[in-house]
């Protein structure tokens, strides 16, 4: 037997390479002698000519294995996941063969000799499978992995950080590594803590995010910086956040909101533009008021045209209870008009009430029009009468057959709430293109927020966020009646419901960034431990600047056309932030322990947490 038809000795590799990847082969490769690699897909015999469909991350290409002694006796060994290598010709396929379903459907390789690289076990599913359980994926990843959907998410993955290279590096920003291994900087999430084994007792922590060194850097000079940054936050996860994550971070000195905006509109077009080849056009802009108020949300999904409207006057003197209390303390009235929605039964509004509950409502109003009288049904009809019913209907947009839904809170709590039922209806009643992309600028956001279980004021963003030019005084005088008020030089920029960039104007001046620390409760001790060296590189001089980041992993989901992150990371966690593969986090030897001075307290219930992933995991993150 030659010795390249040996399935077991190995000699292919050493004396022939690769010539072309499987899915690159074309009509106008015919005639030419190809070295291929890669795993059997599917293996057909029929009566002695042998097909085989050979896979690598480029796609399919059919093989053809002639009925000869030497050929047929290494092909009859060929299973599906084999690692193979083929010496063969290209061929045009006879017409009436052709697979218009692949890239390389015009073509097939003539197999002139055939080595078996690597054997491969009955994998415990096939890729082919749709029915796969998502715990049986993510525990056999690298299996997982060979999928092409999954391979082609990964490549527009490494697409996207690729066009981010290279945009901003023609605008002259400048990629700078900034550390893994940093100090607790609280930003609003618990941090992944490290144990310091040279200074006993002393932590680590992984970065949130670069916030504080990508300032230091303007600081230094640098001017214009990114980095595609790996961060990591201790909280609570869902449908599109990971315990690690990817972010484009980027920082400019010398600017205000405008050059932000521009800079990052430029990138964003570019993404599109290469990637998927969209025209993202122009970007329109909400504050953060207008996006709660027409859409309850400050993430807007703009594919959708309903729209939430004030109908206080409308309810004003109406009698009503629930009404003239909610707005003698400056609540709101808000109702959605739900477009034929006359022909919704009492089930169906029973649902909505119950989801307008799980979002933090206290109930739901409603009024529906008959599709064919016009007649109105409502709770509302024993508290008032026909004329001010129609009034608020027609107020909110309705129609006949139409029915409009009604919420009286506080501000908030009733957009907030219209806006759940306002997305719920749209994938409900698909009225939302899923082929499409909406972007919308969302700014001038609140400064603080109030937290009335700690009884203070927190960031709404972060504690570096510059407040609005006019809101200065307020702040460094620390008139905390009117933190309520105060707007930030902050922006997020939405795509489709989801929240794909946020950044802010950045405090540049020591008065102003400690008058902050103050305003969030933070002791002059406190903000000195954890603060201490930031606040004293702001007295060397601390140009104007600001920044954002961009959620990468959020970015490839919307392009990959996904809603489940994991889709688009190679190695993800599960709901409970562990790795079903690698069976991480686990525990550690006792000697690792004594060597950094740890002790592990052991929870009795540790294991039967980590286990319930086996179950949590069947919900998408």
């Not at 009859?76 to 052709?98: H, N, Q, T, W």
Request: include cysteine.
């Amino acid at each position: 037997m030659d010795k390249f038809m040996e399935p077991t000795k190995g000699h292919f590799i050493s004396q022939a390479k690769r010539s072309h990847y499987l899915g690159d082969l074309r009509a106008t490769h015919a005639g030419e002698k190809v070295v291929l690699m890669g795993w059997v897909d599917t293996r057909r015999d029929h009566g002695g000519l042998v097909f085989v469909d050979l896979r690598d991350r480029t796609g399919l290409c059919q093989i053809v294995l002639n009925p000869n002694a030497e050929m047929t006796k290494v092909s009859k060994d060929f299973r599906s996941e084999y690692v193979v290598a083929i010496e063969g010709l290209v061929r045009a396929r006879p017409e009436g063969m052709k697979n218009t379903k692949l890239a390389t459907g015009e073509i097939e390789v003539e197999a002139l000799r055939c080595e078996i690289l690597s054997e491969a076990q009955t994998p415990p599913f096939q890729n082919s499978d749709e029915n796969v359980g998502e715990v049986t994926r993510l525990k056999y990843r690298y299996l997982d992995l060979r999928h092409p959907r999954l391979q082609k998410n990964l490549m527009i993955r490494h697409q996207v950080c690729k066009v981010v290279r290279d945009t901003l590096s023609s605008m002259k920003f400048l990629e700078i590594e900034t550390p893994i291994l940093y100090k607790s900087t609280p930003e609003g999430a618990r941090d992944y803590l490290v144990p310091s084994r040279v200074h006993p007792g002393e932590f680590y922590a992984l970065p949130q995010s670069p916030q504080t060194l990508k300032q230091l850097l303007m600081i230094s000079g640098m001017d214009r910086y990114f980095q595609i940054a790996r961060c990591f936050r201790d909280e609570d996860l869902r449908a599109d956040r990971q315990p690690e994550f990817t972010q484009v971070d980027i920082e400019m000195s010398f600017v205000d909101v405008e050059d932000v905006l521009k800079v990052n509109e430029t990138l964003i077009r570019q993404v599109w533009k290469e990637v998927n080849g969209i025209d993202v056009g122009e970007i329109p802009r909400l504050t953060y008021q207008q996006a709660m108020e027409r859409y309850g949300s400050d993430k807007p999904d703009l594919r959708l045209a309903m729209e939430l409207v004030s109908i206080e006057e409308s309810v004003r003197g109406s009698g009503v209870r629930i009404f003239e209390d909610i707005l003698a303390r400056q609540g709101t009235v808000r109702a959605l008009c739900v477009k034929k929605g006359g022909s919704f039964s009492r089930a169906q509004i029973d649902k909505l009430t119950d989801k307008a509950k799980e979002a933090g409502a206290k109930g739901l109003m409603w009024i529906k029009s008959d599709v064919t009288s016009g007649a109105f049904t409502s709770p509302l009809t024993k508290m008032m009468d026909e004329a001010r019913l129609t009034k608020i209907f027609q107020s909110a947009g309705g129609e006949k057959g139409d029915m409009v839904l009604v919420v009286a809170d506080e501000f908030e709590k009733a957009c907030t709430t219209l806006g759940s039922l306002r997305l719920h209806l749209g994938r409900d009643l698909k009225l939302i293109d899923e082929s499409s992309y909406k972007f919308v600028w969302v700014m001038d956001f609140p400064l603080f927020e109030y937290d009335p279980d700690n009884k203070r004021w927190a960031a709404r963003h972060h504690p570096f966020t510059s407040p609005k030019d006019d809101a200065f005084d307020d702040l460094i005088h620390s008139r905390t009646e009117n933190y309520g008020k105060l707007l930030a030089k902050a922006y997020d920029l939405a795509c489709n419901g989801h929240e794909i960039m946020g950044g802010s104007i950045r405090i540049h001046r020591n008065d102003v960034q400690q008058a902050m620390f103050k305003a969030l409760g933070l002791t002059p001790e406190e903000t000195e431990n954890k603060f201490g060296f930031f606040l004293e590189a702001l007295r060397y001089g601390t140009p104007p600047h600001g920044g954002v980041a961009w959620g990468v992993d959020r970015v490839v989901m919307l392009l990959c056309g996904t809603d489940n992150i994991r889709e688009v990371i190679a190695f993800p966690k599960t709901a409970k932030a562990s790795c079903l593969m690698s069976s991480a986090p686990g525990s550690v030897s006792r000697e690792q322990l004594l060597e950094l001075g740890l002790r592990v307290n052991k929870s009795s219930d540790k294991n039967s947490d980590k286990n319930s992933d086996k179950d949590s995991d069947k919900n998408t993150d």
